[in-house]
């Protein structure tokens, strides 16, 4: 299968057409950007590690019964997904207090989150992000209350089976960021990445940062970071 149209490209992958209408290829590109574009970089081959890292977790996803996008990994950087309509959310689940929950609520980061929390953010980079409740939701007709129900209980359920996961590879899931699309039958399935760019991933015992939060906060080690994790999740 070959690229024929570019049909969008965002901060970290482009997304190309292919000869099937059902079907879209994704290339994860080395680029880097936080705070809402304001600062920008690169990571070298952080392209072929989110590409990796994402497909390898939703491969385990769909084997714990969360239908994916994914389709074919056809290179180090491209992947064959289903063509969805994206819904407009930024779905984040936290189990440990780090960044803006941290901010907003003042708790310190590495706080631990007596029960997990769900947050929704309406997708708008000219709005940066601003963050909604059911509420916000169901008024803007941003998404149903079937499809919500649907999109929380997979959300709960990616934490559950990603953080057992990822425990026994020393990596503490403090929280992450996840996108869901629309199939045109109107299914609700699981999209966009989960790599070290949607996720802070520390390392259990000495709570190393080993995610983007190394460059959105020029800790250093950056390429170190997503080397580590691809290594402890794919073995190289
Ligand atoms: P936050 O603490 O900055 O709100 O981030 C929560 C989680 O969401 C964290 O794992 C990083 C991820 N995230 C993204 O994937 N994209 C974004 O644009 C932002 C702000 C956060």
Known sequence: MKKIDLLYEGKAKKVYTTEDPNLLIVDYKDDATAFNGEKKGTIHNKGIINNRVT??????????????????????????????TIVPLEVIVRNIAAGSLSKRL???????????????????????????NNYHIFALHLATQEELDTI???????????????????????????????????????????????CRFWDSKTHEKLD???FRRDLGHVEDAYQEIMKRLLGE
């Open 55 to 84: 497909n390898h977790l939703m491969k385990l996803l769909e084997k714990e019964g969360i239908p994916t996008h994914l389709v074919e990994e056809i290179s180090d950087r491209e992947t064959i997904v289903k063509k969805v």
């Open 106 to 132: 003042g708790l310190p980061e590495g706080t631990k989150l007596d029960s997990t929390v769900l947050e929704y953010c309406y997708k708008d980079d000219a709005l940066g992000d601003p963050m909604v």
């Open 152 to 198: 929380a209980d997979y959300a709960f359920r990616v934490n559950q089976f990603l953080s057992d996961y990822l425990k026994d590879l020393n990596i503490e899931l403090i929280d992450f960021k996840i996108e869901f699309g629309r199939t045109p039958d109107g299914k609700i399935i699981l999209a966009d990445e989960i790599s070290p760019d949607t």
């Open 212 to 214: 983007k939060d190394r």
